[in-house]
């Protein structure tokens, strides 16, 4: 009998402390930190994917900083591409993120809900005078006071275009469509000169083109989902209406990101959207194809991708952790990593004059980057980051219903927006 | 002399029983514990009493996946139970090169799921081989949906998750098989009875405990299904996530920064449920069987 309950007691007992776990709330407390003093001692610095194509380069920045300020150690972690999200946030729930760590908006909001990030705006005096607008915007979250993270590199969509394909299905690529509307016309052309075969348009719209059509996609205070106006039911419609036309390949409805360049890669489509630096991958997939691309602005408002730093607030060496952050990100630094990286822009207002990105050598690769980097003045972030893995999955669903003719682009919109609101607030 | 304390049992399996508790009951218990909760994977989250589980009243997408999960499910487990064993009593027989076609009918197996996936995915697409051959013998004039039709990509991840299984039930089936009497199918040949006779009669019974095995493991994979319908959809689910299976969707809540953990940990306490469910009954049926 002893025996027995001293065996209940032990289970009891781990079971008591593994159950208390269970809902252990991550500190959010708002405890003022010191972010000025010496900049010494040893910090680490965490990038996703840059080894070890990058390596030699962020070794570079990495000396360069020991060097300026001595006595400082810069520990670099770089982890893979696959997981990067998950290793962050286990890094983050047992309280081991590095000083500074390369975040995306979307992945720094939630810390900085969660107080584990440094509001760097209050840290920093000259913040926005030396980064641009729209990145630092990038950083600034609807419910949230400050800036959570220095904009690093950015980057934005610019069209390419198959100009054998164009060629060869009677269009003029000196006359490229500039609205949603000549494109819908033009892949009409494709489709009937092609008998079906290739395609002009192979995307199905997102929230992004929601934004391009001047849908609000929030309400001003943030709190909640806004966009089923008869605005956003008519670029549903628009969609629905090629889809049924056969302007669109059927797969869309089932696709997922980057489906489009990849049957831009196959030449089963004309047209793709993707980043400044795109034709260097298709150059690599298809070389042949490479020659023949042609690129033009993004039709509508260029989406504005965003990498930046963030410094965790729980750093014990924040004076030097900010330095860091402000070193990788610095002008000269960033234009030296545009320049291994063609297609990335800086994110500092002392860049704007920069040659190397506002002159095309003449190449279609030039002419992409310049495009791109011309676009980002205007560019936007499209989708709010407050639009979570699960409200995406679900407005795409929805979204393909609509585009299928299952039900009406209202109802997709509604019930989308009901979705998300339940899941904003929960 | 008396050299064993009433603990020392428990310093032995101290070690084994903390393993088991931390890795195994912890995370099931913490399941439960979440459904109950709004908690994100940061912390944070609050109990919200049985509000995950009113949730699920009004959830379409909830429907559809319980749909597609249980359709699988019925259409595969018969299927697999017979298929394999109809193999098994082919492949059984001491033939020359019978080796062979054992293994070439267990390659499926050994593959990675996802790989087997991509492939099919090629073959079923609007432009790949099966469609392209269907037009060339003008069998069809227009591809068939394979992985944009509702019903007719399910039953493509289905057919997929036969092919794949045939293979391993097959093995257990060859095992059991050689348990079966010898004596009993002679003797029954000497009454006259044919071969479908046979079968029936004297190798179905005789495999009747391993088939309830292999219902059990149909019925459990079945119902977990993820990875076909996932590679085949580009891990949408298929259009408007119509086609997604129950895992799928626990897996589209407890994404990211921002996963819905509460709510995903209710409707992975739901699967357990129906899970075993048909698990038991078919436990049942064996002992009112036997």
Redesign the interface.
Known sequence: M??RL??LA??SA??TV??GC?????D?SDEQVTTTGEIKGTVTLQTWALKPKFTDYMQGVIDGFEEKYPGTTVEWLDQPGEGY?EK??SQ??SGQLPDVTNLPP??A???A??G?LLDVDQADDKLRDEYVDGAVASYEFAGQTGVYGYPWYLNTDVNYWNSELLSQYGLDVTKLPTTVEELVAQARIVKEKSDGKIHLMSRKPGVEDLTQAGVDILSSDGKKFVFNTPEAVAVLDTYRDAFAEGLL???V????YL?NMELFKKQ?VAWTTGGGNSINDIKVDNPTLAEKVVASPTIGTPPLYTQGLSVSKRSENLPTAIALARWVTSPENQAAFAEVVPGIFPSTIASAEDPQFSVSDGSNVGDAKKIAFTSLAEAQMLKPVVV???MD??I???F??AI?G?ITSKEALD?AVDKCN??LN? | MKTQR??T??LLLGPA??WL??FN??PA??TV??AF???????????TGLANFE?MLND??LVYALVNSIVYMLVCLPLLLFLPLLLAVLLEKKLPGITFFRTAFYTPVIASAVVVALIWTWLL???GLVNGLAQQLGFITEPL?F??GRWL?LFSAISLTVWKGLGYYMIIYLSALGNVSRQLHEAAAVDGAGSVRRFWSVTVPGVRTTMLLVSVLITVSALRVFTELFVL??????????DMSVVMLIQ??S??????L??ASALSLLLFVITVGPMLLLLRLNRKAA
């Open positions: 002893r025996t001293a065996g032990l289970s781990v079971l593994l159950a269970g809902l252990s709330d991550t959010s999200s962050v946030l983050a729930a979307d992945f909001l939630p810390l809900e969660q584990l390949p059927r797969n409805l089932t696709d997922a489906g089963q979570d893995q699960a999955d679900f795409k669903q929805q393909s219903l299928s299952e019930k339940e899941l929960d | 009433w603990f049992p428990w029983v903390v508790l931390v009951l912890w218990i913490n514990v979440l909760t709004n908690a994100k994977p940061l912390g944070g989250g609050s109990f949730r379409e997408q697409e609007d432009r949906p992985l944009s990509l959809t580009n891990g949408t689910g298929g259009p408007g996530g119509r589209m809540y994404r990211g920064f921002t996963g819905h509460g709510y």
